[in-house]
């Protein structure tokens, strides 16, 4: 298996995510390896209908958060399955994952057959 070139991938998969997670959220000072909407100012807007817009946006970038910390945490635990050499191993059956699943998903735990 071609350890490095996976290695590189995951990692320009992790600098992407975090690049995309700056930009709806920041790293939760009181968590560490957390992250948490950028707060907005709200109250300020004239009318209701503004004010509404603003929480809005807030729950649309919650939700685009959670997306992108989850993808972000499988990138973490297969760069973490590289170092123990566990990586490109099925967690269910302990097989070997097939390349081409693995250049689809770099991140994938499982097989074709448990997938």
Not at 51 to 75: F, S
């Amino acid at each position: 298996m071609k350890r490095e070139h996976f290695r590189k991938k995951l990692e320009a998969e992790k600098v992407r995510l975090e690049a995309e997670l700056g930009t709806v959220g920041r790293k939760n000072p009181r968590v560490p390896d957390d992250w948490e909407p950028i707060p907005s100012e709200t109250g300020t807007e004239a009318d209701l209908a503004d004010q509404a817009d603003v929480v809005m946006n807030r729950e649309n970038n919650a939700a685009i958060l959670a997306d992108l910390e989850a993808r972000y945490d499988t990138i973490i635990s297969a760069l973490v399955r590289l170092e123990k050499k566990t990586y490109g191993k099925c967690e269910v059956c302990n097989k070997g994952i097939v390349e081409a699943r693995l250049e689809a998903d770099p991140a994938a735990t499982t097989c074709t057959e448990h997938m």
